[in-house]
Protein backbone atom coordinates (compact mmCIF):
# COMPACT_ATOMS: atom_id res chain seq x y z
CA UNK A 1 0.00 0.00 0.00
CA UNK A 2 1.06 3.57 -0.45
CA UNK A 3 1.91 5.73 2.61
CA UNK A 4 -1.31 8.00 1.33
CA UNK A 5 -3.39 4.90 1.53
CA UNK A 6 -1.84 3.98 4.36
CA UNK A 7 -2.99 6.85 6.44
CA UNK A 8 -6.08 6.90 5.55
CA UNK A 9 -6.69 3.21 6.18
CA UNK A 10 -5.39 3.95 10.01
CA UNK A 11 -7.75 7.66 9.87
CA UNK A 12 -10.83 5.47 8.67
CA UNK A 13 -10.52 2.99 11.73
CA UNK A 14 -9.86 5.69 14.06
CA UNK A 15 -13.18 7.54 12.96
CA UNK A 16 -15.36 3.96 12.86
CA UNK A 17 -13.83 3.26 16.66
CA UNK A 18 -14.96 6.86 17.50
CA UNK A 19 -17.90 6.61 16.23
CA UNK A 20 -18.90 2.83 17.77
CA UNK A 21 -17.82 4.69 20.98
CA UNK A 22 -19.99 7.11 20.67
CA UNK A 23 -23.24 4.52 19.76
CA UNK A 24 -21.81 2.84 22.92
CA UNK A 25 -22.39 6.41 25.41
CA UNK A 26 -18.72 6.15 25.92
CA UNK A 27 -18.06 9.90 24.52
CA UNK A 28 -20.43 12.89 23.53
CA UNK A 29 -20.80 14.66 20.24
CA UNK A 30 -18.19 17.13 21.16
CA UNK A 31 -15.88 14.11 21.36
CA UNK A 32 -16.84 12.67 18.55
CA UNK A 33 -16.24 15.55 16.32
CA UNK A 34 -12.92 16.06 17.87
CA UNK A 35 -11.86 13.16 16.49
CA UNK A 36 -13.47 13.18 13.68
CA UNK A 37 -11.76 16.21 13.16
CA UNK A 38 -8.57 15.29 14.00
CA UNK A 39 -8.55 12.41 11.88
CA UNK A 40 -10.67 14.10 8.70
CA UNK A 41 -11.28 10.99 5.63
CA UNK A 42 -9.81 12.23 2.33
CA UNK A 43 -11.21 9.57 0.04
CA UNK A 44 -14.11 9.27 -1.93
CA UNK A 45 -16.30 6.49 -0.66
CA UNK A 46 -20.05 5.41 -1.08
CA UNK A 47 -22.89 4.17 1.59
CA UNK A 48 -22.79 -0.03 1.34
CA UNK A 49 -26.00 0.04 -0.80
CA UNK A 50 -24.17 2.94 -3.39
CA UNK A 51 -21.32 0.53 -3.33
CA UNK A 52 -22.95 -2.63 -4.04
CA UNK A 53 -24.54 -0.88 -6.97
CA UNK A 54 -22.20 0.81 -8.46
CA UNK A 55 -19.88 -2.47 -8.00
CA UNK A 56 -22.92 -4.38 -10.28
CA UNK A 57 -23.08 -1.55 -12.78
CA UNK A 58 -19.15 -1.70 -13.53
CA UNK A 59 -19.47 -5.13 -13.90
CA UNK A 60 -22.48 -5.16 -16.42
CA UNK A 61 -20.98 -2.04 -18.31
CA UNK A 62 -17.33 -3.76 -19.09
CA UNK A 63 -18.42 -7.23 -19.52
CA UNK A 64 -20.80 -5.59 -22.05
CA UNK A 65 -18.50 -3.86 -23.98
CA UNK A 66 -15.99 -6.45 -23.67
CA UNK A 67 -18.51 -8.92 -25.48
CA UNK A 68 -18.89 -6.36 -27.63
CA UNK A 69 -15.67 -6.08 -28.92
CA UNK A 70 -15.31 -10.37 -28.50
CA UNK A 71 -18.28 -10.77 -30.85
CA UNK A 72 -16.35 -8.52 -33.66
CA UNK A 73 -12.84 -10.48 -33.95
CA UNK A 74 -15.05 -13.98 -34.68
CA UNK A 75 -14.57 -16.86 -33.42
CA UNK A 76 -10.59 -16.41 -33.45
CA UNK A 77 -9.67 -17.86 -30.12
CA UNK A 78 -6.03 -16.50 -30.15
CA UNK A 79 -7.33 -12.70 -30.81
CA UNK A 80 -10.19 -12.91 -27.52
CA UNK A 81 -7.05 -14.54 -25.48
CA UNK A 82 -5.24 -11.21 -25.99
CA UNK A 83 -8.02 -9.30 -25.87
CA UNK A 84 -8.77 -10.72 -22.14
CA UNK A 85 -4.94 -10.34 -21.71
CA UNK A 86 -4.69 -6.35 -22.47
CA UNK A 87 -8.13 -5.92 -20.99
CA UNK A 88 -7.01 -7.27 -18.23
CA UNK A 89 -3.95 -4.97 -17.93
CA UNK A 90 -6.06 -1.98 -18.29
CA UNK A 91 -8.44 -2.99 -15.70
CA UNK A 92 -5.95 -3.40 -13.30
CA UNK A 93 -3.89 0.24 -13.89
CA UNK A 94 -7.55 1.66 -13.54
CA UNK A 95 -7.91 0.46 -10.06
CA UNK A 96 -4.27 1.52 -9.63
CA UNK A 97 -5.73 4.74 -11.21
CA UNK A 98 -8.88 4.88 -9.03
CA UNK A 99 -7.16 4.14 -5.77
CA UNK A 100 -4.11 6.45 -6.09
CA UNK A 101 -4.93 9.83 -8.14
CA UNK A 102 -8.49 9.73 -7.66
CA UNK A 103 -8.17 8.42 -4.43
CA UNK A 104 -11.60 6.21 -4.15
CA UNK A 105 -11.95 4.23 -1.63
CA UNK A 106 -14.64 1.59 -0.80
CA UNK A 107 -16.21 3.29 -3.75
CA UNK A 108 -17.31 -0.22 -5.72
CA UNK A 109 -15.57 0.94 -9.06
CA UNK A 110 -12.40 -0.08 -7.74
CA UNK A 111 -13.07 -2.83 -6.20
CA UNK A 112 -15.23 -4.23 -9.84
CA UNK A 113 -12.02 -3.41 -11.62
CA UNK A 114 -9.69 -5.20 -10.11
CA UNK A 115 -11.65 -8.04 -9.75
CA UNK A 116 -12.35 -8.21 -13.35
CA UNK A 117 -8.84 -7.43 -14.42
CA UNK A 118 -7.32 -10.39 -12.32
CA UNK A 119 -10.26 -12.71 -13.66
CA UNK A 120 -9.38 -11.84 -17.26
CA UNK A 121 -5.88 -11.90 -16.89
CA UNK A 122 -6.33 -15.60 -15.52
CA UNK A 123 -8.53 -16.24 -18.33
CA UNK A 124 -6.03 -15.31 -20.87
CA UNK A 125 -3.41 -17.64 -19.34
CA UNK A 126 -5.52 -20.47 -19.09
CA UNK A 127 -6.22 -20.12 -22.66
CA UNK A 128 -2.23 -19.45 -23.55
CA UNK A 129 -1.20 -22.59 -21.01
CA UNK A 130 -4.16 -25.40 -21.93
CA UNK A 131 -4.81 -24.78 -25.78
CA UNK A 132 -1.76 -22.65 -27.02
CA UNK A 133 0.81 -24.54 -25.57
CA UNK A 134 -1.54 -27.76 -25.17
CA UNK A 135 -0.34 -28.57 -21.62
CA UNK A 136 -2.15 -31.15 -19.55
CA UNK A 137 -4.49 -30.54 -16.68
CA UNK A 138 -1.90 -31.99 -14.46
CA UNK A 139 0.33 -29.38 -15.20
CA UNK A 140 -1.95 -26.23 -15.85
CA UNK A 141 -4.31 -26.29 -13.17
CA UNK A 142 -1.59 -25.57 -10.67
CA UNK A 143 0.52 -23.11 -12.95
CA UNK A 144 -2.90 -21.36 -13.18
CA UNK A 145 -3.64 -21.82 -9.21
CA UNK A 146 0.23 -20.28 -8.84
CA UNK A 147 -0.88 -17.96 -10.92
CA UNK A 148 -4.40 -16.58 -9.14
CA UNK A 149 -2.71 -16.86 -5.75
CA UNK A 150 0.15 -14.42 -7.16
CA UNK A 151 -2.43 -11.55 -8.93
CA UNK A 152 -4.81 -12.09 -5.52
CA UNK A 153 -2.05 -11.87 -3.23
CA UNK A 154 -0.53 -8.75 -5.10
CA UNK A 155 -3.77 -6.99 -4.96
CA UNK A 156 -4.18 -7.30 -1.27
CA UNK A 157 -0.58 -6.15 -0.44
CA UNK A 158 -1.39 -3.43 -2.99
CA UNK A 159 -5.02 -2.31 -2.48
CA UNK A 160 -6.01 -3.69 1.31
CA UNK A 161 -8.62 -6.07 0.17
CA UNK A 162 -8.29 -8.95 2.77
CA UNK A 163 -10.81 -11.29 0.57
CA UNK A 164 -7.89 -11.42 -2.29
CA UNK A 165 -5.83 -12.88 0.36
CA UNK A 166 -8.17 -15.24 1.26
CA UNK A 167 -8.30 -16.22 -2.06
CA UNK A 168 -4.78 -16.35 -3.13
CA UNK A 169 -4.72 -18.77 -0.02
CA UNK A 170 -7.25 -20.96 -0.97
CA UNK A 171 -5.74 -21.24 -4.72
CA UNK A 172 -2.01 -21.61 -3.17
CA UNK A 173 -3.32 -24.74 -1.28
CA UNK A 174 -5.04 -26.06 -4.58
CA UNK A 175 -1.39 -26.11 -6.50
CA UNK A 176 -0.01 -27.00 -3.41
CA UNK A 177 -2.50 -30.38 -3.31
CA UNK A 178 -1.30 -31.38 -6.46
CA UNK A 179 2.64 -32.23 -5.44
CA UNK A 180 3.13 -36.09 -4.03
CA UNK A 181 2.48 -35.35 -0.43
CA UNK A 182 0.31 -32.21 -0.72
CA UNK A 183 -1.59 -33.28 2.80
CA UNK A 184 0.88 -33.37 4.73
CA UNK A 185 2.56 -30.08 2.76
CA UNK A 186 -0.72 -28.53 3.92
CA UNK A 187 -0.35 -29.64 7.32
CA UNK A 188 2.61 -28.37 8.18
CA UNK A 189 2.45 -24.79 6.41
CA UNK A 190 -0.53 -24.22 8.60
CA UNK A 191 0.91 -25.24 11.85
CA UNK A 192 4.41 -23.30 10.87
CA UNK A 193 2.38 -20.07 9.79
CA UNK A 194 -0.09 -19.76 12.03
CA UNK A 195 1.76 -18.34 14.91
CA UNK A 196 3.53 -15.41 12.83
CA UNK A 197 0.06 -14.57 11.02
CA UNK A 198 -1.37 -14.04 14.09
CA UNK A 199 1.21 -11.90 15.24
CA UNK A 200 0.84 -10.16 11.92
CA UNK A 201 -2.89 -9.60 11.90
CA UNK A 202 -2.38 -7.66 15.14
CA UNK A 203 0.74 -6.08 14.54
CA UNK A 204 0.42 -1.93 14.79
CA UNK A 205 2.84 -1.38 12.22
CA UNK A 206 0.69 -3.00 9.65
CA UNK A 207 -2.21 -1.29 8.22
CA UNK A 208 -5.74 -2.11 9.06
CA UNK A 209 -6.42 -3.30 5.87
CA UNK A 210 -3.02 -5.33 5.97
CA UNK A 211 -3.96 -6.91 9.29
CA UNK A 212 -7.29 -8.06 8.24
CA UNK A 213 -5.45 -9.77 5.07
CA UNK A 214 -3.34 -11.86 7.49
CA UNK A 215 -6.09 -12.54 9.49
CA UNK A 216 -7.95 -13.54 6.58
CA UNK A 217 -4.83 -15.83 5.24
CA UNK A 218 -4.77 -17.67 8.51
CA UNK A 219 -8.13 -18.76 8.44
CA UNK A 220 -7.93 -20.23 5.18
CA UNK A 221 -5.12 -21.92 6.46
CA UNK A 222 -6.75 -23.18 9.38
CA UNK A 223 -9.75 -24.07 6.92
CA UNK A 224 -7.25 -26.23 4.83
CA UNK A 225 -5.62 -27.56 7.98
CA UNK A 226 -8.53 -28.72 9.38
CA UNK A 227 -9.94 -30.68 5.65
CA UNK A 228 -6.54 -32.17 5.74
CA UNK A 229 -6.99 -33.73 8.93
CA UNK A 230 -10.81 -34.05 9.09
CA UNK A 231 -11.32 -37.77 9.58
CA UNK A 232 -13.63 -37.80 6.22
CA UNK A 233 -11.43 -36.14 4.35
CA UNK A 234 -9.22 -39.31 5.02
CA UNK A 235 -12.13 -41.68 3.98
CA UNK A 236 -12.79 -39.95 0.80
CA UNK A 237 -9.32 -38.83 -0.31
CA UNK A 238 -10.43 -34.90 -1.20
CA UNK A 239 -7.10 -33.36 -1.07
CA UNK A 240 -5.83 -35.44 -3.40
CA UNK A 241 -8.72 -35.35 -5.24
CA UNK A 242 -8.51 -31.46 -5.26
CA UNK A 243 -4.32 -32.40 -6.18
CA UNK A 244 -5.85 -33.87 -9.58
CA UNK A 245 -5.32 -37.51 -8.55
CA UNK A 246 -7.81 -40.43 -8.21
CA UNK A 247 -6.53 -42.72 -4.99
CA UNK A 248 -9.44 -45.10 -6.04
CA UNK A 249 -11.18 -46.82 -2.45
CA UNK A 250 -10.32 -46.21 0.57
CA UNK A 251 -8.38 -49.84 1.74
CA UNK A 252 -10.54 -52.25 3.76
CA UNK A 253 -8.32 -51.71 7.35
CA UNK A 254 -8.71 -48.06 6.65
CA UNK A 255 -12.60 -48.28 6.58
CA UNK A 256 -13.13 -50.66 9.44
CA UNK A 257 -13.16 -48.57 11.97
CA UNK A 258 -16.23 -46.73 10.76
CA UNK A 259 -18.48 -49.50 10.79
CA UNK A 260 -17.17 -50.56 14.33
CA UNK A 261 -15.47 -47.73 15.93
CA UNK A 262 -14.43 -50.07 19.49
CA UNK A 263 -13.50 -53.23 17.20
CA UNK A 264 -9.48 -54.07 18.63
CA UNK A 265 -9.15 -54.57 14.69
CA UNK A 266 -9.44 -50.53 14.44
CA UNK A 267 -6.93 -48.51 12.17
CA UNK A 268 -4.74 -46.38 14.03
CA UNK A 269 -4.51 -43.78 11.51
CA UNK A 270 -8.47 -43.11 11.62
CA UNK A 271 -8.39 -42.90 15.45
CA UNK A 272 -5.81 -40.17 15.03
CA UNK A 273 -7.57 -38.30 12.31
CA UNK A 274 -10.58 -38.35 15.05
CA UNK A 275 -8.75 -37.16 17.29
CA UNK A 276 -7.57 -34.17 15.30
CA UNK A 277 -11.22 -33.43 14.33
CA UNK A 278 -11.51 -33.02 17.86
CA UNK A 279 -8.62 -31.29 18.70
CA UNK A 280 -8.44 -28.75 15.87
CA UNK A 281 -11.61 -27.27 16.74
CA UNK A 282 -10.47 -26.56 20.59
CA UNK A 283 -7.07 -25.57 19.79
CA UNK A 284 -8.93 -22.69 17.71
CA UNK A 285 -11.24 -21.45 20.42
CA UNK A 286 -8.27 -21.32 22.86
CA UNK A 287 -6.56 -19.04 20.49
CA UNK A 288 -9.25 -16.97 19.66
CA UNK A 289 -10.26 -16.95 23.90
CA UNK A 290 -6.08 -15.84 24.97
CA UNK A 291 -5.75 -13.31 21.80
CA UNK A 292 -9.59 -11.74 22.00
CA UNK A 293 -10.07 -12.54 18.18
CA UNK A 294 -13.83 -12.69 17.38
CA UNK A 295 -12.89 -14.08 14.03
CA UNK A 296 -10.92 -17.54 15.25
CA UNK A 297 -14.09 -17.41 17.93
CA UNK A 298 -15.98 -17.85 14.99
CA UNK A 299 -13.98 -20.33 12.98
CA UNK A 300 -13.79 -23.12 15.98
CA UNK A 301 -17.35 -22.37 16.95
CA UNK A 302 -18.13 -23.93 13.29
CA UNK A 303 -15.36 -26.34 13.08
CA UNK A 304 -16.91 -27.58 16.31
CA UNK A 305 -20.29 -27.96 15.00
CA UNK A 306 -18.77 -30.21 12.10
CA UNK A 307 -16.86 -32.15 14.32
CA UNK A 308 -19.84 -33.12 15.95
CA UNK A 309 -21.95 -33.91 13.11
CA UNK A 310 -18.59 -36.11 11.75
CA UNK A 311 -18.53 -37.86 15.45
CA UNK A 312 -22.46 -38.89 15.17
CA UNK A 313 -22.01 -40.04 11.68
CA UNK A 314 -18.84 -41.82 12.46
CA UNK A 315 -19.51 -43.32 15.69
CA UNK A 316 -23.42 -44.35 15.34
CA UNK A 317 -24.62 -42.08 17.68
CA UNK A 318 -28.19 -42.70 17.51
CA UNK A 319 -31.06 -41.39 17.15
CA UNK A 320 -29.35 -38.11 15.75
CA UNK A 321 -31.63 -35.62 16.40
CA UNK A 322 -30.89 -36.10 20.10
CA UNK A 323 -27.28 -36.45 19.86
CA UNK A 324 -27.33 -32.93 18.04
CA UNK A 325 -29.76 -31.55 20.35
CA UNK A 326 -27.69 -32.84 23.54
CA UNK A 327 -24.85 -31.44 21.85
CA UNK A 328 -26.61 -27.89 21.43
CA UNK A 329 -27.78 -27.72 24.69
CA UNK A 330 -24.66 -28.87 26.42
CA UNK A 331 -23.13 -25.61 24.38
CA UNK A 332 -25.48 -23.35 25.57
CA UNK A 333 -24.60 -25.00 29.44
CA UNK A 334 -21.41 -23.47 28.83
CA UNK A 335 -21.93 -20.57 27.45
CA UNK A 336 -23.93 -19.74 30.61
CA UNK A 337 -22.17 -21.05 32.96
CA UNK A 338 -18.92 -18.96 31.60
CA UNK A 339 -20.76 -15.98 31.51
CA UNK A 340 -22.07 -16.77 35.44
CA UNK A 341 -18.20 -17.01 36.35
CA UNK A 342 -17.19 -14.06 34.22
CA UNK A 343 -20.12 -11.99 35.80
CA UNK A 344 -19.35 -13.06 39.27
CA UNK A 345 -15.90 -11.84 39.25
CA UNK A 346 -14.71 -8.37 40.98
CA UNK A 347 -16.05 -5.56 39.13
CA UNK A 348 -17.58 -8.41 36.70
CA UNK A 349 -14.63 -9.68 35.06
CA UNK A 350 -11.83 -11.59 35.58
CA UNK A 351 -8.75 -11.45 33.73
CA UNK A 352 -9.69 -8.70 31.63
CA UNK A 353 -12.60 -10.85 30.65
CA UNK A 354 -16.20 -9.36 31.06
CA UNK A 355 -19.68 -11.19 30.14
CA UNK A 356 -21.36 -7.39 29.58
CA UNK A 357 -21.55 -6.33 26.04
CA UNK A 358 -18.92 -3.95 25.19
CA UNK A 359 -19.18 -1.21 22.29
CA UNK A 360 -22.92 -2.36 21.36
CA UNK A 361 -25.06 -0.07 19.21
CA UNK A 362 -28.13 0.36 20.83
CA UNK A 363 -30.00 0.68 17.48
CA UNK A 364 -28.49 -2.20 16.10
CA UNK A 365 -29.68 -4.28 19.17
CA UNK A 366 -33.24 -2.55 18.97
CA UNK A 367 -33.76 -3.47 15.30
CA UNK A 368 -32.86 -7.47 16.60
CA UNK A 369 -35.32 -7.22 19.28
CA UNK A 370 -37.98 -5.90 17.06
CA UNK A 371 -37.15 -8.23 14.34
CA UNK A 372 -37.60 -11.15 16.51
CA UNK A 373 -40.93 -9.49 17.91
CA UNK A 374 -42.08 -9.31 14.44
CA UNK A 375 -41.14 -12.79 13.76
CA UNK A 376 -43.18 -14.51 16.60
CA UNK A 377 -45.67 -12.49 16.06
CA UNK A 378 -49.09 -14.10 14.94
CA UNK A 379 -52.15 -13.07 14.30
CA UNK A 380 -54.86 -12.99 16.96
CA UNK A 381 -57.71 -16.44 16.01
CA UNK A 382 -60.54 -15.08 15.34
CA UNK A 383 -63.64 -16.16 17.75
CA UNK A 384 -67.22 -17.98 16.15
CA UNK A 385 -68.79 -15.38 16.37
CA UNK A 386 -66.57 -12.87 14.08
CA UNK A 387 -67.67 -15.12 11.20
CA UNK A 388 -69.37 -12.69 8.38
CA UNK A 389 -71.83 -14.59 6.88
CA UNK A 390 -73.32 -14.24 2.95
CA UNK A 391 -75.74 -11.58 2.50
CA UNK A 392 -77.69 -11.09 -1.07
CA UNK A 393 -79.15 -8.08 -2.62
CA UNK A 394 -76.79 -7.85 -5.52
CA UNK A 395 -74.75 -4.65 -6.10
CA UNK A 396 -74.42 -1.23 -7.54
CA UNK A 397 -72.47 0.02 -11.26
CA UNK A 398 -72.79 2.73 -12.79
CA UNK A 399 -70.50 5.36 -15.04
CA UNK A 400 -70.77 8.47 -16.44
CA UNK A 401 -72.83 9.63 -14.48
CA UNK A 402 -75.93 6.49 -14.99
CA UNK A 403 -76.46 4.28 -11.72
CA UNK A 404 -77.94 0.97 -11.40
CA UNK A 405 -78.74 -1.83 -9.26
CA UNK A 406 -77.92 -5.66 -10.22
Known amino acids: MTPALDLADRAAAVRAAARSWRRAGIIDDAALAAVESGFPDDRVRAGRVFRVLLF ?30 VAGVALLALTELQV ?25 AAWFLLAARSMDAAAGVPALCALAA ?42 AAAPALLRLSESPRLPPAHRSSAMAVLLA ?82 AAVVSLATFQHYLRLEPAWLVLTGGGALWIAVVLGLWRYLDSGPAGERRGFTAAPLLTDARRQAALEVGVAVLTLQP ?18 GGAGATGEF
Open 380 to 397: EARGAGDEHPFEGGGGRS
Open 221 to 302: ALGGLYLAVHVGSWDERIVERIGGRDPGPASPAWLSSPSSPLSPHGSLPWWLAMAATALVPVLVLAAGLRRRRLPLLLAGAV
Open 56 to 85: LFTVVAVSGVLGFLASGLGGHEQAQAALAA
Open 100 to 124: GALRRRQGGTEAATSLLGIGLLLAA
Open 150 to 191: ALAGAAAWRWGYPLYAALGTAAALVALAHLPAGRAVWIALAL
